[in-house]
C-alpha cells in the first residue's frame, strides 16, 4: 500500500503531537521529521514516540517548505499552528502549491477560503476534525434549512470550555449558532460564554482533573419565551485522539483529490464524511 507523507505543522503544541502520534501509528502514513513553529518556541526539536522531530522557526519556513517539497513528492500539510499565523501560513502552503489540511482555528477564514480558490492546491479546512461532532453539527444544518424559523421566541445560551492553550471561542460553536439563528433565534457569536479557568473548569463543569490540559466541552441550551418548554444538547470530548482520527481521515481524503488533480477547491470534514474515509484500525 501507497503510504502517504505527512509534515505536521505546530509542534510541540498538543494537538499537533497528538497527531503525530496518530500518524505514526497509521500504517496509510509516514511522518516527515521536521515542523514548523512560531517564535516562542526556543527547543531546536521534539521527540514524538522515537522520532525527533526538528522544529523550524519562523524566518526559516519559506526556505524550509521550498526544501522539504524537493525532497517529498506529494506530500501533504496538517496545520496545527496559532490563530494569529494561520492566514500566512495558508499564503505560504498556496505559493508553494502544497495540499494541506488545515484544523487551526480563527483567523480570516474568507481570506484562506479565497486564497486556496485562487491557487493551484486544494485543502480540507475545518474548525473542527472529530467526525461524530462534525455529523451532528450536518444534522444542526438540516435542520436550519428544512425548518427555518422553528425556534423563533425562544432565547439560546452557550457554553463551551476548552483548556487553557485554546486562545480562541470554538468554531464548532459558532457554526452551531448559525443553524439556530436560521432556526429563529437571535443570538450574537459574542455571547458564547468561553470557559477557560482550569480551576472552574473542575469545580463548576466537574471536568476530569487529566483532561483540563485537553477538552472540549459544550452545552447549548434552548428555553421558550414562556419558559414552559426546554432543549439542551450537549457533546463533551475528553482528550484529543478523536480530532486526531478525523484529521488522518482528512489527509488520507485529500491525498486522493490531490491524485485526481483536484485544483482550488475547499473542502469540508463533511466531504470527508461523506466520502466513506474513515479508517478502521481493526480491519
Known amino acids: 500500500m501507497e503510504t502517504i507523507k505527512l509534515m505536521i505543522n505546530g509542534l510541540p503544541g498538543s494537538m499537533a503531537r497528538c497527531a503525530a502520534v496518530s500518524a505514526l501509528s497509521d500504517d496509510r502514513f509516514e511522518l516527515i521529521p521536521e515542523s514548523l513553529t512560531g517564535p516562542e518556541i526556543l527547543e531546536k526539536s521534539v521527540d514524538i514516540e522515537s522520532v525527533t522531530v526538528r522544529l523550524i522557526p519562523p524566518e526559516e519556513h519559506?526556505?524550509?517548505?521550498?526544501?522539504?517539497?524537493?525532497?517529498?513528492?506529494?506530500?501533504?500539510?496538517?496545520?496545527?499552528?496559532?490563530?494569529?499565523?494561520?492566514?500566512?501560513?495558508?499564503?505560504?502552503?498556496?505559493?508553494?502549491?502544497?495540499?494541506?489540511?488545515?484544523?487551526?482555528?480563527?483567523?480570516?477564514?474568507?481570506?484562506?477560503?479565497?486564497?486556496?480558490?485562487?491557487?493551484?492546491?486544494?485543502?480540507?479546512?475545518?474548525?473542527?476534525?472529530?467526525?461524530?461532532?462534525?455529523?451532528?453539527?450536518a444534522m444542526m444544518e438540516y435542520g436550519a434549512k428544512m425548518f427555518p424559523g422553528i425556534f423563533k421566541g425562544y432565547w439560546l445560551r452557550v457554553k463551551e470550555?476548552?483548556?487553557?492553550?485554546?486562545?480562541?471561542?470554538?468554531?464548532?460553536?459558532?457554526?452551531?449558532?448559525?443553524?439556530?439563528?436560521?432556526?429563529?433565534?437571535?443570538?450574537?457569536?459574542?455571547?458564547?460564554?468561553?470557559e477557560r479557568d482550569s480551576e472552574k473548569q473542575r469545580t463548576e463543569w466537574g471536568i476530569p482533573e487529566e483532561f483540563l490540559g485537553g477538552h472540549g466541552w459544550h452545552t447549548y441550551t434552548l428555553v421558550s419565551g414562556d419558559g414552559t418548554v426546554k432543549f439542551e444538547f450537549t457533546h463533551n470530548v475528553n482528550g484529543r485522539d478523536v480530532y486526531a482520527s478525523?484529521?488522518?481521515?482528512?489527509?488520507?481524503?485529500?491525498?486522493?483529490?490531490?491524485?485526481?488533480?483536484?485544483?482550488?477547491?475547499?473542502?469540508?470534514?463533511?466531504?470527508?464524511?461523506?466520502?466513506?474515509?474513515?479508517?478502521?484500525?481493526?480491519?
Open 62 to 137: 519559506n526556505a524550509a517548505v521550498q526544501r522539504i517539497k524537493a525532497q517529498n513528492d506529494g506530500f501533504i500539510i496538517i496545520d496545527y499552528t496559532h490563530p494569529a499565523a494561520v492566514n500566512s501560513n495558508v499564503a505560504l502552503y498556496c505559493r508553494h502549491s502544497i495540499f494541506f489540511v488545515l484544523g487551526t482555528t480563527g483567523g480570516d477564514r474568507d481570506l484562506m477560503m479565497e486564497t486556496v480558490k485562487n491557487s493551484s492546491v486544494s485543502a480540507v479546512i475545518a474548525p473542527n476534525m472529530a467526525k461524530q461532532i462534525v455529523g451532528f453539527q
Open 161 to 194: 470550555s476548552h483548556q487553557a492553550g485554546k486562545a480562541d471561542t470554538s468554531g464548532t460553536a459558532k457554526a452551531i449558532v448559525d443553524s439556530f439563528n436560521a432556526m429563529g433565534i437571535q443570538f450574537k457569536p459574542e455571547e458564547i460564554e468561553k
Open 246 to 283: 478525523g484529521t488522518m481521515d482528512a489527509a488520507a481524503f485529500l491525498h486522493e483529490k490531490m491524485k485526481d488533480g483536484k485544483r482550488g477547491v475547499v473542502y469540508s470534514m463533511i466531504d470527508v464524511l461523506r466520502s466513506g474515509t474513515v479508517y478502521d484500525p481493526t480491519r
